[in-house]
Structures are given as C-alpha cells and as structure tokens.
C-alpha cells in the first residue's frame, strides 16, 4: 500500500466507524430511497419533509452507543439522494435548520461526538432527485447542470467550513455522471484549502479516460478513481493501493430504518468486523434511526454485545495489520501487529486444544485474552498447536489467543497462499512424500 501521511494513521488504526443513514425517508419505514424506489409524488415527498421534526434525537445518546461498541469514528448523512439537508444551509430552505424541525442535525452531531472522542465524518449526496438538470445532465441541460453542480460544490464547501475540523467526506451518488462533469478535480482542490488533512472516498464519479490520483492531480499515487480511501459494499474485498473501509448494513439489506426488517446476530456483526481487520480494512457498520431519532433498541443490544468484546479483545483489531499469515479459517481468523499474532476464534471446540499450520516464526507465549490466562503450547517445524484451553468457550463471541512470536510472524513457504491459490507446485514435495501413484501405499504396480 502506498505509504500514507501520518495525520491519516488514525483511519487506519481505527478499524470500526459508525454509519448513520438518517433523514426524513426514515418516516416511510421503507429504507432511504423510497422517493425513487416507490416512485413517490415529489410535492408530497417535499411536504412530508419539510413537517418533520424528530422530537427524540439526541446526539449525546446516539455518540455515547457508538462509542462503548468501540467505534473510533462516524459518518452522518448530511444530505442523502432527496436532497434534504440536516443542516443549516444558505444554498436552499430545504433543512432541518429552516422547516419544522428548526435544528441543525450536522451541527449536533459533530458537538457530541467529537465530545465522545470519535472522529467526525460527514456523507453527502452529489444526487438530488428533486432536480430535473441531475437527470438531464449537462449535454440536455447545460445551464440548469451548470446551477447544480454550483450548489453542490457550494454545499460541500459550507460543510467542511462552518463546523471545525472534519475528519471525513463521504461521498455518494456519482452516477450516471463522470469525475469531470461533477468538476471533481476542483472540487478536491477546494476541500484540501479548507481542510489540508481531510480524508475523501472514492465516490465522486469515475474519470472519463486514463487514471486518476488519488488527491486529484497532486501527485500521491495513481488509483483508477478519485479519492484517498476504496469503500467496498455489502461485501469485504481488500484494495491495493490505499486503505479501504467495508460499509455494511446491520439488518438484512437497507440502510435507512425499515419498519420490520430482520436484524443480523451480533456474531455475524462482529465477524465482518474481524474479517476486514485480518484484510487490513476498516469496518463502516451502519444502523438507521427510526424517526423520531432513536437507534433502534435491536441495534443497541448488538452495539453493547460488540462493545464488550472490544473492551476485552480491542488489542486484536485497533491497530492491526493484514493477519491471514497461515490458514486458520477452519478454526477462524488472525491480525497481526508487530510480533504478535492473533488468533480469533470463530469455531471453539470441545477438545481443549487449537492447531494453527504453517507458522514458520518461533512463538514465545500465548496468552488467552478472554481470560488472561497463558496457554501452554507445543512447536514443531510446521504446526503450532495449543493445549489446556476451557473447554467451554469462556466468551459470548470470539475467544482470542494472542501468540507472542520471536519476531513479525511469517508463514512458511507452502503456507504462504491460500488453498486454490499460487503456485501449485509448491504442494508437490508434500504429496510426493506419500509416492506418485493412485495406490493406497504411493507405489507402482
């Protein structure tokens, strides 16, 4: 990976953000694009807006949940595709600040949880679907595109300019239009003048021939799109090149509250949280307030349920590095961080004992962190197995085991790719070891 500024090691230490997708769809019950999806009337729409006024939203609470589930930042929908700002703007009255609400949400927001230690990231929509120019673009409607795209890089200056340091842009809803047709290049320009250390995503439309840097033209490093950082989503798929983060939902499939959707264990949670750490990405986990601007209840009880693994486990994730030295998905799956190595287990078994294969760095202890005890092991050239561990998995989730190596754990050579990957001949010794023939013994007949 490109070597990043160390004012951006924070992103890449974190491993766990909040994503919040609050706004008023969160009315309808039926995710955050019921404008488009139930192809609603756009004055009623409008109306039902503009009337909202959340009585229960508390920023303070809202910080306070995310921070004990040991999330170390946030992203807020300032403004999703219906082009409803929680702010107060002075580009449009279409606002929380300037309709029945009568607040800036952003405002609140970033006071609570820059006061709960956590880094402060704002998502906003290029799209606005009430506009006709954001459908037409700038080849039907060159003069309406022209007045859209002013607004929004108006709006997007205001945020980075009216609320101190933002940590982060989230950007959202390129399509169908290119990197140039957004003016994306100036529009980065501008965001680094106002905030120099800002992160940006890589959702500000895709450059209309050759590639793109990632600070859009400064010099750091050539990537297929703008931005500093790749978000992978619904899925977790490691980026070369630059840090990555995995947005994900934590019901089944919406992002905006959604009366009667189903909610995934804290188990799944928690693991899609460990599998973008053993990657070497963050984790965006996401939640929709109902609207009346309360975290649904089935969310805190994971929130709580992650949090207090983290409290005993966090050493794991915070700070980690790509861990998958050596296979262990049987068992479950491994960080790293200077000459430790972890091991998360998905899978206890009633045995008593944990084999990991492969290890070619010597191990000097093995602490259990759930419980702080150290755990007696056994070495040999290729397998490091454990032994006296509980029988009983001694935590809700994930136990971990943390292996203190002599130094950076490596694999050994078979070990260093996974099964159905590089070079297969490197698998040829140990077969050869049985005999070359179809025969139980290996030998010829």
Not at 272 to 284: I, Q, R, T
Not at 360 to 387: I, W, Y
Not at 393 to 413: H, K, N, Q, S, Y
Request: charged fraction near 25%.
């Amino acid at each position: 990976m490109t070597e990043i500024p160390d004012y951006w090691q924070w992103f890449a230490d974190a491993r766990f953000g909040q994503f919040i997708h609050w706004g008023a769809y969160s009315q309808y019950g039926r995710g955050e694009q019921v404008l488009f999806r139930d192809h609603l009337d756009q004055n009623e729409y409008v109306s039902r807006a503009c009337a909202w006024n959340p009585q229960q939203f508390d920023a303070m609470e809202w910080a306070d949940v995310s921070r004990r589930a040991g999330m170390r930042y946030a992203v807020l929908t300032t403004r999703h595709h219906d082009g409803f700002c929680l702010w107060d703007s002075a580009h449009t009255d279409y606002s929380t600040a300037k309709q029945a609400a009568g607040r800036d949400f952003v405002a609140e927001y970033v006071e609570a949880f820059r006061a709960a230690g956590l880094r402060i990231g704002l998502y906003y929509s290029l799209a606005d679907w009430r506009i006709p120019a954001y459908w037409e673009g700038p080849e039907h409607d060159p003069a309406g595109w022209e007045r859209f795209r002013d607004y929004v890089h108006r709006q997007v200056e205001e945020l980075l300019s009216n609320y101190g340091k933002i940590d982060l842009v989230w950007f959202d809803g390129a399509w169908p239009h290119s990197a140039e047709r957004w003016g994306s290049y100036e529009l980065i320009e501008t965001m680094r003048a106002l905030q120099p250390e800002i992160l940006i995503n890589n959702r500000l439309g895709k450059p209309e021939t050759g590639t793109a840097s990632a600070d859009g033209g400064t010099g750091a490093g050539e990537m297929k799109e703008l931005g500093d950082f790749g978000t992978p989503e619904h899925h977790i798929t490691a980026e070369t090149g630059r840090m990555w983060e995995s947005c994900q939902v934590s019901t089944w499939r919406l992002w905006g509250y959604t009366a009667g959707e189903y909610w995934r264990p804290a188990e799944l949670l928690l693991d899609m949280l460990v599998e973008a750490a053993s990657k070497g990405g963050n984790l965006l986990l996401n939640v929709g307030p109902g609207p009346e601007g309360r975290y649904p209840d089935e969310y805190i009880i994971r929130a709580e349920v992650i949090g207090e693994w983290m409290e005993r486990h966090g050493e794991a994730i915070y700070g980690s590095e790509p861990g998958e030295v050596c296979e262990f998905i049987a068992s479950g799956r491994q960080t790293r961080k200077g000459n430790n190595l972890y091991l998360i287990v998905r899978f206890w078994g009633p045995t008593g004992e944990v084999t990991l294969g492969g290890l070619q760095t010597r191990v000097k202890r093995a602490v259990l962190l759930s419980t702080g005890e150290e755990v007696q092991f056994l070495q040999t050239d290729e397998h490091v197995t454990l032994t006296g561990l509980p029988i009983e998995r001694p935590t809700e989730l994930f136990p971990v085991i943390r292996l203190e190596c002599e130094g950076p754990p490596e694999a050994c050579d078979w070990a260093k790719d996974r099964l159905w990957g590089g070079d297969p001949r490197r698998m040829t010794p140990w077969a050869a070891a049985r005999g070359t023939s179809v025969w139980a013994d290996g030998r010829d007949r």
